[in-house]
């Protein structure tokens, strides 16, 4: 294998977002190692906080896509108000997994308005509206980790 | 085992948890505040937590936010580093309960030798030398006048749940004490939420060497060497080494064997110090310290222990892997803390460092957080890096540390780089002639 073929692989590994790949051929092994194998978890679900690393890694589009998609964020939160996590935990839509979200898109709320819930040390603790609005956004999945500070939801003010 | 450790700290201490974690091949998670997004434990940890805003009691102090980033990251083992929730028994019962390994003593070691009157006792009954004084907390003036009567003044008073030199009252005579005691209870119950004060006797010119201590959970205890520590100013250490220049070997093994039996009679487990005051040839058990201590890294260069990684050997249940038989110290080393401060005033300086040049060259380490454009917090505690240099004698350390010294570039903040230079050609520190008064009488 020569080196433009090289370069090409590490390409093809980038622009798949493939985590890891060995190719052994006469007497050659190579391995290449995707952006995805060092994302840290917790970085895998903040995409807005921009993260120096100090180890050189393979140019990888995913970046780039979530950089420009928290751009976008950021252009339509304009006049929104947001509303951030409180605590460190577990954030749930709802009170139990059979039960409808607290709130959905579109929704009207008012302040006192029960709006999630964040889990942490097998505490629910609920988190309450404080304003009047329209639910414009929610930013976490259900059942996904969040730091302190981190966008819960915009609301239309 | 452990595979993933959650470091609850921040600054030096954190980053040098990570170091030790790297080289045992473990994951790191990183919790900090808003005003830490940027430091270096954040950036070199494997996955990073913000827990809360810049206030310390709402991020590095909040055992609940810490506990909950330990559940989202699937941690199974907490380095809890020094001050902040080190010394807290609460968060290492939590943590046990939470099924986290807490890199650290037993709940119940610190909750015995944090209460400054209990490990007295404690001491007193392993029969470890304490200064005389009163048998636990006295309650009333009466009280602590009797005790000052038969040990003799000067006394000196101190909260019985203190630290760091606060709530500390010295008295020369009857009236001193009289005018002190209610003053240093209420000193006492608003920094440490206890009016407990207990009288001891006060020596005028003491050393504070203490005893580097580790115990595995096999039971084995060991004693690894004094550090001297007099060079302080309001009982904050400024300049740490080992040996300590008055320490025979004979007296090395004395203290030791007294520090071992101490924690032997608590059934010890991971690092801890002994902290003695020193005076006339004596040794006098004054607390102990149940965590890893700043000044950790003098130990290391002269017994060529990574105690960190030691600790969490000895979490994991592993034994020490201290050699067995004879002790001794290799060569000498010395440690320099470089606080962001008015190296006149004492004053904290925090801001951005413009400039940050580090030296290096043989014997030379420092551990630092701190970087070119590193903005310091006012929030946290002023240390920005510990230089540390290593000699084949104190004379070679000393000149090493004077390079060195004039070497470290920090510019944008104050710093202590400039004291610690000028103490360093001081006639009584180069002969080690010195107490923990060194400071107060110190003019440059």
Redesign the interface.
Known sequence: MNFKEILELIDKVSELGIAELEIEQAGTRIRIQGQTHHA????AWSGD?P????FPQLPSPTPATLTAKAEGEEESEAGLHIITSP????FYRSANPESDPFVAVGDHIAPGKVLCIIE??K?MNEIESDIDGEIAKVYPQNGQ?V????KLFAVRT | MISKVLIANRGEIALRVILACKEMGLKTVAVHSEADRDSLHVRYADEDVCIGPAPSRQSYLSISSIIAAAEITGADAIHPGYGFLAENSHFAEIAGECQLTFIGPSPESIRLMGDKAKARETAKKAGVPILPGSEGPTRTHAEALEVSRSIGFPVILKAAAGGGGRGMRICANEADLASAFETARSEAERAFGSADVYVEKYLERPRHIEIQVFGDTQGRIVALGERECSIQRRHQKLIEESPSPVITQELRKQMGEAAVKLCESVHYMNAGTIEFLFQDGQFYFMEMNTRIQVEHAVTEEVTALDLVKEQIRVASGLPLSVPHGDFHLRGHAMEFRINAEDPVTFAPNPGKIREFHVPGGPGVRVDTAAYRDYVIPPHYDSLIAKLVVRGKNREETLARGRRALDLFIIEGVKTSIPLHRAILDEPRFIRGDFSTRFMEEFEW
């Open positions: 840290p978890a917790i970085h906080l993260r120096e690393t100090p605590i460190v935990g577990t942490a040390m505490l980790p730091e302190y500070g981190e």
